[in-house]
């Protein structure tokens, strides 16, 4: 097998810090948009946060989004090219917190649109604070004495709290932290991808992703971070196939 | 063949002047008194093959709005004050995207919950930006429902012309009042520019991005916010809409824009029956403000009445547009209710006499 370059990716060197998840995660939306020949009918969103520069690097239609609204932007565009093929890429914050509630209601309404969610635990670029995934005890520049249940409460899980929601078609929660999750999470986005294909509504992929900067720690061991502490917290796995396919 | 006139809301005239203008994507939130809006949107828009989502949220549909724009679609959103303050951050994106919409504000009484009756307590946060950041709203402020529908048509062509956001400030009178109103047949009021920078799908053409971010050199930023300016400048000179009455001998100018203005009409004309010399500048466009006018006037009138439904905003313009070279009194009436003729014709014979 050759490793070639993607016709999406663009030439420019990305910014993300040395370990990032952001830059395999990129390249594997690249892949499966390529691999499904759809670059010259998609249509993506940048979030605010690490990921804000995705326009630097994808050679695709994009809108940069303000913080937590993705969903309702993509919402709009969908809604207007409905033959199109819509992707959020969101981190934890952008998702989970500032966004909940535009998350929880395109979910609800079924939009068929592809979300990437990036899930490092931490907010980067704002300099590690806390996150609403960061996960009790892990510290951070606004839990300085580590998450507490009582005081933060427990971390949120997407995938599970997403589940119970009708209008969801796919939800996966996947990883980056060796070859073989890196190997689940394209089929993962390749099926949020092919849903929305076959308009079968709201397709989200949860990525289990690296952050040694902001957790302070060397990029080998934010591998470990996540096989060890991360996969505890946030199990992967199908959390809703719901036409089964 | 007569024209159609019908009895309409000025909400709902506002909905069917833009579906006759082609927009065929609405998001909103229900907020009293704009209540109408959405719920004449949602059932006429199926009925032309566009869009009606009633968003979860006022930032939620702004955001709507932001994607279906970007995308290229005519569309538009509507809220009440209160609402309009949580469309703030995506207005400004809007704006900073230059992306075109028409997004009406049929002002309650404020601050806080207030009340759901008329006033005219937003002025500020409509004209002189109100979201982060520098940049304009073209801001109409129609007088009638006839003038609202006509208005909200043209206001999406202004809207595609200098991709802008185009804000119809009207308020809880303007959106319950019931009038005739004559439909027209939807023709350009310019000639409209190609969307080529629309999200559509990158077949057969460069990737277009659509953003608001400017990193990198030090001038990023400030390149983009001078071409912003240079953008408003254009608009200031082009686009300014204003009804003058009997001003030509007037000694004391009334003025105050959307319903207080027409309410200051009738007592204009009251003034006039009885021989004072009084007329009215209305400015229709309130940014651009119709500066010009103004000067003219204060050449020759002794002195300003400015009457308006909140504690002093729009007589502040009124000020600086007249140098503040003829005394201007005011007669501010906040808290949601809104003067009758007669209180304002007392007013103009206080002015007069003192």
Redesign the interface.
């Known amino acids: 097998m050759e490793f070639k370059k993607t016709k999406v990716l663009k030439d420019n060197p990305t910014h993300y810090c040395p370990g990032c998840g952001h830059g395999i995660v990129h390249r594997l939306v690249a892949e499966c948009i390529d691999e499904l020949g759809i670059r010259e009918r998609t249509i993506g969103t940048a979030p605010v946060g690490c990921a804000v520069l995705l326009y630097n690097y994808f050679d695709c239609d994009i809108i940069e989004c303000s913080h937590g609204r993705s969903p309702a932007t993509a919402t709009g565009i969908k809604r207007v090219h409905p033959d199109k093929i819509v992707f959020t890429y969101q981190g934890d914050g952008d998702l989970a917190a500032i966004g909940t509630a535009e998350t929880i209601h395109a979910a609800n309404r079924g939009e068929n649109i592809t979300v990437i969610f990036v899930n490092n635990a931490i907010y980067g670029m704002t300099g590690g604070q806390m996150a609403p995934t960061t996960m009790i005890g892990q510290k951070s520049t606004t839990s300085p004495r580590g998450r507490g249940e009582n005081h933060e409460g427990p971390p949120i899980k997407v995938c599970e709290l997403l589940s119970k929601l009708d209008g969801v078609e796919y939800l996966e929660r996947v990883a980056v932290n060796s070859a073989k999750d890196v190997r689940r999470a394209k089929k993962a986005i390749r099926k949020g991808f092919t849903n929305q294909l076959g308009d079968k509504g709201f397709s989200l992929i949860e990525v289990l992703s690296m952050c040694p900067t902001d957790w302070k720690i060397k990029p080998a061991e934010a591998v470990n971070f996540v096989e060890e502490d991360m996969k505890k917290v946030f199990p992967l796995g199908v959390y809703k196939n719901r036409s089964g396919d | 063949m007569m024209a159609e006139k019908i009895l309409l809301k000025g909400n709902e005239a506002m909905v069917e002047a833009a579906i006759e203008a082609k927009c065929r994507?609405f998001?909103g939130y229900p907020i009293t008194p704009q209540n109408e809006v959405p719920e004449t949107m949602a059932r006429r828009m199926p009925q032309v093959g566009g869009?009606f989502?009633q968003?979860?949220?006022e930032?939620?549909?702004i955001?709507?709005?932001?994607?279906?724009?970007?995308?290229?679609?005519r569309?538009m959103t509507s809220s009440s004050s209160p609402g309009i303050s949580l469309k703030l951050?995506?207005i400004s994106?809007i704006a900073a995207a230059e992306l075109p919409c028409v997004i009406a504000n049929v002002q309650r009484g404020g601050p806080g919950l207030g009340n759901i009756r008329a006033a005219q307590g937003d002025y500020f946060q409509a004209v002189k930006g109100g979201g982060h950041g520098d940049y304009r709203l073209i801001v109409l402020a129609p007088a009638g429902v006839q003038e609202l529908y006509d208005l909200t048509m043209k206001a999406f062509d202004w809207a595609d012309l200098y991709r802008n956001p185009v804000l119809m400030l009207g308020d809880g009178l303007l959106g319950q009042t019931a009038e005739p109103v004559v439909k027209k047949k939807y023709r350009p009021a310019c000639k409209l520019p190609k969307k080529d920078w629309a999200?559509?799908?990158?077949?057969?053409r460069k990737?277009?991005?659509?953003?608001?971010?400017m990193?990198g050199s030090v001038e990023a930023l400030a390149d983009h916010n001078r071409h912003l300016v240079q953008k408003y400048k254009k608009i200031e000179s082009e686009l300014s809409l204003v009804e003058e009455y009997m001003t030509d001998d007037a000694e004391l100018i009334v003025s105050g824009y959307g319903m207080t203005a027409r309410i200051a009409k009738g007592a204009v004309k009251n003034a006039r029956a009885k021989g004072l010399k009084v007329g009215l500048i209305r400015p229709i466009s309130v940014w651009p403000f119709p500066t010009d006018t103004f000067k003219r006037a204060a050449e020759k009138a002794d002195k300003f009445l400015v009457v308006e439904m909140s504690n002093g905003q729009f007589v502040e313009d009124v000020k600086l547009a007249i140098e503040c070279k003829k005394p201007v009194e005011f007669m501010g009436v906040g808290g949601g209710w809104y003067p009758t003729p007669e209180n304002v014709l007392e007013k103009i014979e206080t002015v007069l006499g003192g």
């Open positions: 994507f998001a869009t989502i968003a979860e949220s930032l939620a549909a955001n709507m709005i932001f994607g279906a724009s970007a995308a290229g679609a569309c951050e995506g994106y999200l559509t799908g990158c077949t057969n990737s277009n991005v659509v953003k608001t971010l990193l």
